[in-house]
């Protein structure tokens, strides 16, 4: 029974009639609004197949149902959309922003050759008349020309994990791409600003599909993102291809064409992004944690309320838990975690954000330099060692980037079966002697200078390997470096945890695409013998430092990371301590329960009880409390 307006009610617990170890919703307050159209108007619970120790959560529903409509616009899609469809519908929005990120990145490409842009208004090269093309004069130029894009990625990825964990996901993403809009406006003279747009863009979205997916389909969410993100590359390449037929490549046309183009997608996505909930966690986060129990219901679906409500409880939890570590989370101070004690370090406790921030950098630094930007940037010269002429070069590139495109889709069916780390070592192995070969046969095309055809068979093999290079790396190691950051941080400083991965993808690109045009000129093929030997030296590096976060909630990373030892072995080994040594822990989505509530069997926090999990600077234990111990509800409505 609900009270009236304002009035703060408590779950039907009587003195001497405890809740069994099985019934997930503690004794909590429920904070009734007046009534207009209803958050929960309309949804069915009756039929749900509640057990006899669910019977409070039905009542929680019925007052949940009173809570102030304007709370959440009528236009947003939530009220519409359920479950699979939702989940759908985010999926297509997250995929645009990544399709854009993808486009970008591929738009320079073609940008970089063009004749007007790279000799007459970069003057990095001279015109090769015979063949219509710009050859490089002075690669330190053309390498910091597009460096200081990932320059301005780098900031912007900084400036959004920031603004995001105060104004939310959504916002970001509008202002991400009016910044992307206006960068693209100013062309030429707007890498910087792009880069920005570009960078906020990559440090939010990734997270809020990771915040509205379900754990067991997270690897699969962001794969289908990334599918969308080699299509934008696709997009971008063939448009830049199709306008250097335009005066022979000479008009000004074929790079300022490709560069206002990306201005549709950035428009659409500030368009729709508006009509689209907010990340569930992050709301709780904010207190505001009516409008996040309904969206989490909604995502899960109405059949599966019980569920949502114990995954709703596992995340107010765990973010009370984080709060009490939470006053040392600027960049500096997250950073910084990784030193020892003595010289500051450690503000984190057992939560260990610092250690997660150094994965996640050097993850994406890995990433660049196991060989892709290599091969995206230089397939044209590859493909030419073959013997194919600048034209068909060029085509066979393209190809290589539908082929690319498709190669994403294994990691849609693989990274929630296989799980993050075996993908990354069969993706190393395989990229791995790929490079050597491509290396190797581009060296005995080189050879063989008068032998017309062993110089094209050898050319050929060499860029055989291309392919299966690019399939390897769309297949693992292109999605699990974004998807992983979007992973492991705490929900208080996740956004801002994801954007030490764009800081860490922001080096790795800025430094290759500058150090890449000499390591070719000076090294020649060797260069890919560099990226092959980074490909092998990264397994023992996953292998030993990089525990699996594949079907494993968001909540639970704090209990993976929860070691001292930075050894993977000793994070699953503490991991499966604490799930051992509480076996509510380890059942708590089955049977209703919190994932910390596991710990000691309440919710809500309080210090002592010689199992609590200790996540805060000096080892105090912290375990769960009933919240009417404290008599406060649900806050920030």
């Given at each position: 029974m609900c009270g009236s307006d304002g009035e703060t009610q408590y779950g039907n617990q009587q003195p001497g009639n405890e809740q069994t170890s099985t019934s997930f919703i503690q004794a909590q307050p429920i904070v009734v609004f007046p009534l207009r159209h209803g958050i929960l108007a309309g949804l069915d619970v009756s039929h749900v197949d509640f057990d006899p120790h669910l019977s409070a959560l039905r009542q929680e529903l019925d007052c949940i149902g009173e809570v102030d409509m304007d709370l959440i616009p009528k236009h947003n899609i939530v009220h519409r959309l359920e479950k699979r469809k939702l989940l759908i519908a985010i999926n297509c929005v997250a995929g645009l922003a990544i399709f854009f990120f993808g486009y970008d990145q591929g738009m320079m490409g073609s940008v970089n050759v063009s004749i007007d842009y790279g000799a007459y208004r970069m003057g990095y090269g001279d015109v090769d008349d015979e063949n219509g093309q710009v050859v490089v004069k002075d690669s330190t130029l053309q390498g910091g020309i597009v460096s200081v894009y990932y320059l301005g990625t780098l900031v912007g990825c900084l400036l959004g994990g920031w603004i995001g964990e105060?104004?939310?996901?959504?916002?970001?993403?509008?202002?991400?791409?009016?910044?992307?809009?206006?960068?693209?406006?100013?062309?030429?003279?707007?890498?910087?600003?792009?880069?920005?747009?570009?960078?906020?863009?990559?440090?939010?979205?990734?997270?809020?599909?990771?915040?509205?997916?379900?754990?067991?389909?997270?690897?699969?969410?962001?794969?289908?993102?990334?599918?969308?993100?080699?299509?934008?590359?696709?997009?971008?390449?063939?448009?830049?291809?199709?306008?250097?037929?335009?005066?022979?490549?000479?008009?000004?046309?074929?790079?300022?064409?490709?560069?206002?183009?990306?201005?549709?997608?950035?428009?659409?996505?500030?368009?729709?992004?508006?009509?689209?909930?907010?990340?569930?966690?992050?709301?709780?986060?904010?207190?505001?944690?009516?409008?996040?129990?309904?969206?989490?219901?909604?995502?899960?679906?109405?059949?599966?309320?019980?569920?949502?409500?114990?995954?709703?409880?596992?995340?107010?939890?765990?973010?009370?838990?984080?709060?009490?570590?939470?006053?040392?989370?600027?960049?500096?101070?997250?950073?910084?975690?990784?030193?020892?004690?003595?010289?500051?370090?450690?503000?984190?406790?057992?939560?260990?954000?610092?250690?997660?921030?150094?994965?996640?950098?050097?993850?994406?630094?890995?990433?660049?330099?196991?060989?892709?930007?290599?091969?995206?940037?230089?397939?044209?010269?590859?493909?030419?060692?073959?013997?194919?002429?600048?034209?068909?070069?060029?085509?066979?590139?393209?190809?290589?980037?539908?082929?690319?495109?498709?190669?994403?889709?294994?990691?849609?069916?693989?990274?929630?079966?296989?799980?993050?780390?075996?993908?990354?070592?069969?993706?190393?192995?395989?990229?791995?002697?790929?490079?050597?070969?491509?290396?190797?046969?581009?060296?005995?095309?080189?050879?063989?200078?008068?032998?017309?055809?062993?110089?094209?068979?050898?050319?050929?093999?060499?860029?055989?390997?291309?392919?299966?290079?690019?399939?390897?790396?769309?297949?693992?190691?292109?999605?699990?470096?974004?998807?992983?950051?979007?992973?492991?941080?705490?929900?208080?400083?996740?956004?801002?945890?994801?954007?030490?991965?764009?800081?860490?993808?922001?080096?790795?690109?800025?430094?290759?695409?500058?150090?890449?045009?000499?390591?070719?000129?000076?090294?020649?093929?060797?260069?890919?013998?560099?990226?092959?030997?980074?490909?092998?030296?990264?397994?023992?590096i996953v292998w030993a430092f990089y525990p699996e976060s594949n079907q494993r909630t968001l909540e639970e990373m704090d209990l993976l990371f929860a070691a001292d030892s930075v050894w993977n072995w000793d994070a699953e080994k503490t991991f499966a301590r604490l799930k051992a040594e509480n076996p509510d822990l380890v059942q708590a989505a089955q049977r209703h329960q919190s994932v910390v509530d596991g710990l000691e069997g309440g919710g809500g926090v309080k210090k002592g009880g010689h199992r609590g999990m200790s996540l805060v600077p000096g080892g105090e234990k912290m375990v769960v409390e009933s919240e009417d111990a404290h008599g406060s509800g649900d806050g920030g409505m």
């Open positions: 105060k104004i939310g996901r959504i916002k970001v993403m509008a202002i991400g791409s009016i910044w992307g809009v206006i960068g693209a406006s100013l062309q030429t003279s707007a890498r910087l600003v792009n880069g920005i747009g570009t960078g906020m863009l990559n440090v939010i979205v990734p997270v809020w599909a990771t915040e509205t997916a379900s754990h067991t389909s997270r690897g699969q969410f962001v794969a289908i993102e990334f599918t969308l993100n080699i299509f934008g590359v696709v997009v971008a390449y063939w448009l830049g291809f199709g306008c250097s037929f335009l005066d022979d490549g000479y008009s000004p046309f074929v790079w300022r064409f490709p560069i206002a183009f990306q201005i549709i997608p950035l428009i659409f996505l500030f368009a729709i992004v508006w009509f689209f909930p907010e990340s569930p966690r992050w709301l709780v986060k904010v207190g505001r944690e009516a409008e996040a129990r309904y969206i989490l219901g909604r995502l899960r679906g109405e059949d599966d309320y019980g569920l949502a409500e114990a995954e709703f409880q596992d995340i107010r939890n765990v973010a009370e838990l984080e709060k009490k570590s939470g006053k040392l989370n600027s960049y500096f101070h997250m950073l910084w975690d990784a030193m020892p004690k003595r010289l500051g370090g450690g503000t984190s406790g057992n939560l260990h954000i610092g250690r997660r921030v150094q994965l996640v950098i050097w993850l994406q630094i890995l990433q660049e330099w196991i060989g892709i930007a290599g091969v995206t940037i230089y397939a044209n010269d590859i493909f030419s060692q073959a013997g194919y002429s600048v034209f068909k070069s060029r085509w066979i590139a393209g190809i290589n980037d539908i082929f690319y495109m498709f190669s994403t889709l294994i990691a849609v069916f693989t990274l929630d079966r296989l799980g993050r780390r075996v993908s990354l070592f069969w993706g190393n192995i395989v990229m791995g002697i790929a490079m050597f070969l491509s290396g190797g046969f581009s060296r005995l095309a080189q050879n063989n200078p008068n032998d017309e055809s062993k110089r094209a068979a050898y050319g050929a093999a060499g860029a055989a390997f291309t392919f299966v290079f690019t399939a390897g790396f769309g297949a693992t190691w292109l999605t699990i470096p974004w998807l992983y950051p979007a992973e492991i941080f705490p929900l208080q400083v996740r956004a801002k945890g994801n954007a030490w991965g764009v800081v860490g993808w922001s080096i790795g690109n800025g430094w290759t695409t500058l150090l890449l045009p000499t390591m070719f000129k000076n090294i020649s093929e060797k260069t890919f013998y560099v990226f092959g030997a980074c490909n092998f030296i990264s397994i023992p």
